[in-house]
């Protein structure tokens, strides 16, 4: 267990064979490689020498502190009246993650429960519960002892030390949100609370709260969590495993018929709501993309998505990732501003469940910046695009390629602001990466090349620009002021002033200052009417769609022959139309599916060995809208 098992843990999640998105993803990758969960203080241990499975190693400790909890909350809530349970178990909240001093949990109980309980039996059992200080010893308990108690349980099940006395100190130290506690917790232990704002975050200033966060009328219920088999469909997963092989043999279609029938046999035996039918709706959904069929691929996603929110919760980390294939669906058939809400969703979730430091917010920015890019608002896009390199640095290590194809993201976004010698900056990153990595005669490389050869030559060329407009505004400026010997030639002056200092602030707005560019062809007149232009570049649709296949791991390359190469215009544009074609003479390579239990990985190739061509399709008719300058590979 030590020697083997656990090291072979940590030596795939460095390769980020393995993601865990909360704690409860940690344990289910623990069993199955036949960790038990008691071991959970020989993984900290072997994770805490690696930085980047920081994530990992906060994920872990928060799994020791909220079992140690969960075992406390048993016991209990064995001395707590079932009259007042709800009393309790927001008492036990308030003590577990705030610190506030003054907690009353009876203060206005008893006219409540006096409304509820007319009878006289019931009044003499509330007294004699009040009189009786064994059974009420719960009352007593508060923040400072029940956290002593954790820790003292922590050490003696997992034998690890929780360097911290109050959730205050807790948070402060392993960088964890009380949000994301309060939620692991209350679905291990069956917690059922008011859907409102809980304000768990101190104020400004504030060493601790003054009042109760959680009161009674919080507490919904207490639901049982039961631990079960689960039986299987053996048909359904034999037709889903077949389709499996089909797929990888390159047979695209006859997969999608065998995949298809293995979800109609789960649908008869499951019902409609089941997670073996979310993942076949979301394969078939990844097959129709592939195939072309985006309406398609958005139909099947959708109801993934929708099963996924019933069957696992719309706060859990398998719908974000739903979320996020599904914004690429969406974006995909045209509905732009949809796609960014449903990132922006998925983002919110993740944040939720594991906070801003996880491999796969770097997915989530990077989808969200390449669509911010489309719509114009290249400065949120830069935001998003810096805080994806900063974790890919952190998680894939120094000058790695993922951080070369990110520095291009940045860059072309500097190049459509129109700041020229910013993106020449990253670009010279992007090349010298390639260049260290895969040697100066590899295609990567010589396109970086390339690409620092065209920002060279527009930065050569605004700068130009920029100076005969200068030029241009010096000259008109002093004959202006020679004019000056009466009240209207002064008004006219004063007034030609200002239509310099616009035409400035227009050149400054386009160049200088980096603003992004309206207009199909990306025209700027910044000269205010002079007849001069500033041409930037602008992102079409289908270079942002082609760059989302590449991020989220979907890459279709065309095999032709020399007879097919005359033809092969009309072999794109029918791509949607001739599936048999597409099993054949496609490569296909997508990411991996981490919602389910079967991680789909496919992977068809075609023997022919002639030279091939990037195709990636789209439902989108771009044909009128122009290439950026600097090319997306």
Known sequence: MVLKQIPAFVKDALNLCITPQDGRALIELMHQRGI??????RVIESVSIHQSLGYLKKMAICEVLLRSAKHLFKTYLQDVDPMLLSVGVAHFLNCFLTACP?????????????KLNRNKKNKKKLKNLRESPEEMAWLNETHSSLWSEIIKEAKEYYHYQITASDIDEFCKIYEVQRIQLLRTFCTSVGIQLLLREYNLNLPNGAKHHQKPVFNTEDIISLYPIVKHLHPHATDAYHYFT????????????????????????LNGVYGP????????????????????????ALLFQHRA???????????????????????????????????LQLLY????????????????????????GLMLQLVGELDLALIFFENALSLIKLFYGERNLKEAFTCH????????????????????????????????????????????RQLTQQAVTIARKVAELTATASTTKSIGSGDSSSSTSHLNSHSNNNHLSISESLVAKAVLSNAFCGGVNGNVNATGGSGGSLTLPMPTVSSILETLNRVNGILVIQIRGKDDNQHGHKEDKNLSSNKS?????????????????NDIHLLTSSSNDNKSSKSFPTSLNNSDVNKPVIPVL
């Open 305 to 339: 998505t929708m099963i996924s929110e019933r069957v696992h919760g719309i706060d859990n980390p398998n719908t974000a990732t739903e979320y996020i294939h599904f914004s690429l669906y969406v974006f995909a058939c045209g509905h732009i501003s949809t796609a």
């Open 273 to 296: 709501l089941h997670p073996d039918i979310g993942a076949c709706n979301r394969l078939l959904a990844r097959l129709s993309y592939v195939m072309g069929e985006h309406e398609a």
């Open 409 to 452: 993201l940045i860059s072309l976004t500097y190049t459509y602001r129109g700041d020229f010698r910013t993106a020449l900056d990253y670009e010279k990153r992007r090349f010298l990466i390639y260049k260290e990595r895969l040697g100066p005669d590899s295609d990567y490389t010589k396109d970086s090349d390339e690409c620092l």
């Open 242 to 265: 077949t389709g499996q092989a089909r797929i990888s043999a390159g047979h695209l279609q006859e997969g999608f018929e065998l995949i298809n029938e293995a979800l109609s046999l």
């Open 102 to 114: 003054n907690l009353t949990p009876l203060l206005g109980i008893d006219e409540q429960v006096l």
């Open 581 to 597: 074609d597409l099993t054949e003479s496609h490569v296909v390579i997508c990411d991996k599916i981490r919602q389910s239990k």
């Open 345 to 368: 969703r998925a983002r919110y979730i993740a944040l939720l469940c594991h906070g801003e430091c996880h491999p796969e917010i770097t997915q989530i920015d990077t989808n969200i």
């Open 36 to 41: 038990n969960v008691r071991y959970l203080n």
